[in-house]
């Protein structure tokens, strides 16, 4: 149940390509709105006899990884639809293997998605045609990472916030701000960590937002060109006190439990993994609040197994299936229902799943454009392909 999403050189060079189309709305084949004009499907038919699925490892489970973890048997005897899946291993990974049309559905978090909508690699979702779609927390439904101009392009599979991991009997006093993983003089330098990706530039962002009014920063993901710069800096201030960066959460859980890593980013089930081998190690979500993901479930425009690929989003959103998968990856479960059918009855508790208030200050992962997602229209924004660039800059520094 790996989750990786570490930066990857893989792609680029399409990231800019894809960033690029996303923001001219002049193209003869794109709609008002910039997004290439793709059909939606209006009506759904017999199945294909198999679904080619991209995914985060943890997401498809059929029984192979524990025979107890499967909810993948059961909809390939209902549908006839054989599930193959591809791990992706990160988002990067993932927007270049939908790239290929080889693939029916992905589950892509919010640093993939819009590259996918804008690059005409996903199709418009018939919400209709997925009675599940109906019970979905209504504040994961239509956001600025799923759909565009009123349309939606997914289906919301979970969501998590990234939090502030420090271990309690070395790390005193309790941390309550971001500010503790960038302060030049920590005590703690060498033993800090962030997670490893240019989104990460979002997070020393969301600090700034919070401690430099100055800089006008309304939104995480919406940079003009003076904004992104200070948060890159920030970064560069940060970077000495690194001991590493993470994107595998089981070694961030191992550096936790050693010692290697005591404070700096970190994920609920990474928590719970390390409390469950006896680490001292408490995860919270800071003053200035976080940022987070919610994963999308969306269809290939070049699909060569629709009907199976709705079947399949409406089956993974279904409350059994969303519940099994949310508490295996560790995760809150997109569709309410879940919250009465998961095995430990507090998971929905621990993942702050129905709580609102919880989530006003998380801002997930978002793919940065030009045109500026924090609304304005007199200033550019600086589009991934820039923070893809300086990220693996500052890395290689």
């Not at 469950?276 to 197994?305: F, L």
Request: hydrophobic share 40%.
């Amino acid at each position: 149940m790996q989750k990786k999403r570490l930066f990857s050189r893989i792609a680029v060079a399409s990231v800019a390509a894809l960033i690029l189309a996303g923001c001219s709305s002049g193209s003869d084949s794109a709609s008002d709105s910039g997004v290439p004009k793709i059909d939606m499907m209006k009506k759904l038919g017999a199945g294909e006899g198999q679904v080619n699925v991209v995914a985060w490892a943890g997401y498809v489970e059929n029984g192979s990884t524990d025979p107890k973890v499967d909810w993948v048997t059961g909809f390939e005897k209902d549908t006839g639809c054989k599930v193959n899946v591809k791990n992706g291993a990160t988002s990067d990974d993932m927007v270049a293997l939908m790239k290929t049309g080889e693939y029916d559905v992905v589950s892509a978090s919010g640093d993939a998605s819009l590259r996918l909508i804008y690059g005409g690699d996903v199709a418009p979702v018939n919400t209709d045609l997925i009675p599940n779609y109906a019970d979905i927390f209504k504040n994961l439904k239509m956001q600025q990472w799923n759909s565009v101009g009123g349309v939606a392009y997914g289906i919301p599979h979970g969501r998590g916030a990234n939090l502030l991991a420090y271990r309690t009997d070395i790390v005193k006093p309790a941390p309550t701000s971001w500010g503790s993983v960038f302060d030049a003089n920590s005590p703690y330098k060498g033993k800090i960590t962030a997670y490893d990706s240019p989104i990460y530039i979002a997070d020393a962002a969301l600090y700034l937002m919070a401690t430099q009014p100055d800089l006008k920063i309304k939104y995480p993901y919406a940079l003009d060109q003076a904004q992104f710069d200070a948060a890159v800096a920030l970064l560069k201030v940060q970077k000495p006190l690194i001991g590493e960066y993470w994107g595998d959460y089981l070694k961030h859980v191992a550096s936790l439990k050693s010692g290697g890593t005591v404070l700096g980013t970190t994920w609920q089930v990474n928590i719970n993994l390390a409390k469950g081998e006896k680490v001292p190690v408490e995860g919270i979500k800071p003053t200035e609040g976080s940022t987070g993901w919610s994963d999308t479930w969306m269809i290939s425009s070049k699909a060569k197994n629709p009907n199976c690929a709705y079947l399949w989003m409406n089956h993974i959103a279904s409350p059994a299936a969303n519940a099994a998968v949310a508490e295996w990856f560790g995760e809150a479960p997109s569709n309410a229902k879940s919250c009465a059918l998961t095995a430990d009855p507090n998971h929905c508790a621990t993942f702050h799943a129905a709580d609102d208030a919880y989530w006003a200050d998380v801002y997930y992962w978002n793919t940065a454009t030009e045109t500026c997602l924090d609304g304005r229209t007199d200033v550019k924004c600086v589009p991934y392909s820039e923070w893809v660039k300086a990220w693996s800059s500052l890395r290689n520094s």
